[in-house]
């Protein structure tokens, strides 16, 4: 099992922060890594941005593993301007 160290987000979009969306976030330092708190945090960061305006996002988790022997994943959420959609 691994355990989340740093947990960070790093974002393309004007005006938006990590402590801007601190509650979105449920993964924490020092906590078993979970997959579907992963997701969930996604779904929670879309629906936040989402009220902020930015209606086509893309999320992207990046694990990174720490190579010094303990079982420790820092996670980064990266946010980018999805493609838009149009409806006729």
Known sequence: Q???GN???KSDLPHTQKSDFEEA???HPGELYNSSDIETTID???AALGDRGYAFVD???RTVRRKNGEHVIDLVYEVKEGPR???E
């Open 2 to 4: 691994y355990t989340i």
């Open 25 to 27: 976030i449920i993964t």
């Open 59 to 61: 999320i992207s988790p």
């Open 7 to 9: 947990v960070d987000m």
């Open 85 to 87: 959609v149009y409806v």
């Open 44 to 46: 929670n960061l879309i």
